[in-house]
């Protein structure tokens, strides 16, 4: 049994997280700010913890993973929004889990990034658009080159649609769509799966169930 710390535990990815890793045996942490959110995580299997993202440093972060075994970076401020809100939450944030895990101790990291983030932008995407990729992509760089254990998911277009429980899930692959709740379930697979260290995926619906796809996961090339 391991404690996993969800940075982000109320976002959409991770309310789909949480049941999974309590059905695998483990605790998931949902760290959040609004201690609001605490009897709905509490109902699907988490522990909670406040943690502020774009307020706390990486000390206080190190302390919200006390105990724990991995970390999953699952936070995002979304593609639209205030431009400074990609920084600090989709970059910093990030940022100060990946140097809090390394302070704490903590090997095992997986982060939820978007699809394309390392694509050229054209002249004419929005501030809010241009802040959002370059944000993810300068997140998943840190990560990287990091002393941890990691593994980056970068799913298409986010949809509430029923799990298929399959996918495409490859270094690159055409743009699409994936249910939130098989990105969720990649997720938990990658943490049960060794093999998906070092791996670095583009992931959208598919063909391919998803413990096979996690298996194979491509290494990241540079």
Same mark, same amino acid.
């Given at each position: 049994m391991s404690r996993i710390a969800v940075v982000g535990g109320h976002g959409s990815v991770a309310r789909h997280l949480h049941p999974l890793l309590v059905a695998a045996g483990h605790t998931p942490l949902a760290l959040v700010r609004n201690r609001d959110h605490l009897a709905e995580l509490e109902a699907l299997g988490a522990e909670v913890g406040l943690l502020d993202i774009e307020s706390s440093d990486v000390?206080?972060? *190190?302390? #919200?993973?006390?105990?724990?075994?991995?970390?999953?970076?699952?936070?995002? *401020?979304?593609?639209?929004?205030?431009?400074?809100?990609? %920084?600090?939450?989709?970059?910093?944030? $990030?940022?100060?889990?990946? +140097?809090?895990?390394?302070? #704490?101790?903590?090997? %095992?990291?997986?982060?939820?990034?978007a699809m394309g983030?390392?694509?050229?932008?054209?002249?004419?995407? $929005?501030?809010? &658009?241009? *802040?959002?990729?370059? +944000?993810? %992509?300068? #997140?998943? #760089?840190?990560?990287? *080159?990091?002393?941890?254990? &990691?593994?980056v998911v970068r799913p298409g277009q986010l949809t509430d649609d029923e799990p298929t429980g399959r996918v495409d899930l490859r270094e690159h692959v055409e743009r699409g769509a994936v249910p939130r709740a098989d990105v969720a379930a990649v997720v938990a697979a990658c943490l049960a799966d060794d093999r998906s260290v070092g791996a670095q995926f583009e992931l959208v619906s598919g063909p391919e169930p998803i413990e096979a796809a996690v298996a194979t996961a491509p290494r990241f090339a540079g």
């Amino acid at each position: 049994m391991s404690r996993i710390a969800v940075v982000g535990g109320h976002g959409s990815v991770a309310r789909h997280l949480h049941p999974l890793l309590v059905a695998a045996g483990h605790t998931p942490l949902a760290l959040v700010r609004n201690r609001d959110h605490l009897a709905e995580l509490e109902a699907l299997g988490a522990e909670v913890g406040l943690l502020d993202i774009e307020s706390s440093d990486v000390d206080a972060f *190190a302390a #919200a993973f006390a105990g724990c075994d991995a970390v999953v970076f699952a936070a995002g *401020a979304g593609a639209d929004g205030k431009v400074e809100r990609k %920084r600090t939450v989709d970059l910093e944030g $990030s940022t100060k889990s990946v +140097a809090a895990a390394e302070q #704490a101790g903590i090997r %095992r990291f997986v982060q939820v990034s978007a699809m394309g983030v390392d694509q050229p932008l054209g002249e004419d995407v $929005s501030d809010v &658009w241009r *802040a959002y990729v370059e +944000a993810k %992509r300068d #997140a998943d #760089a840190v990560l990287r *080159a990091s002393s941890l254990d &990691w593994t980056v998911v970068r799913p298409g277009q986010l949809t509430d649609d029923e799990p298929t429980g399959r996918v495409d899930l490859r270094e690159h692959v055409e743009r699409g769509a994936v249910p939130r709740a098989d990105v969720a379930a990649v997720v938990a697979a990658c943490l049960a799966d060794d093999r998906s260290v070092g791996a670095q995926f583009e992931l959208v619906s598919g063909p391919e169930p998803i413990e096979a796809a996690v298996a194979t996961a491509p290494r990241f090339a540079g």
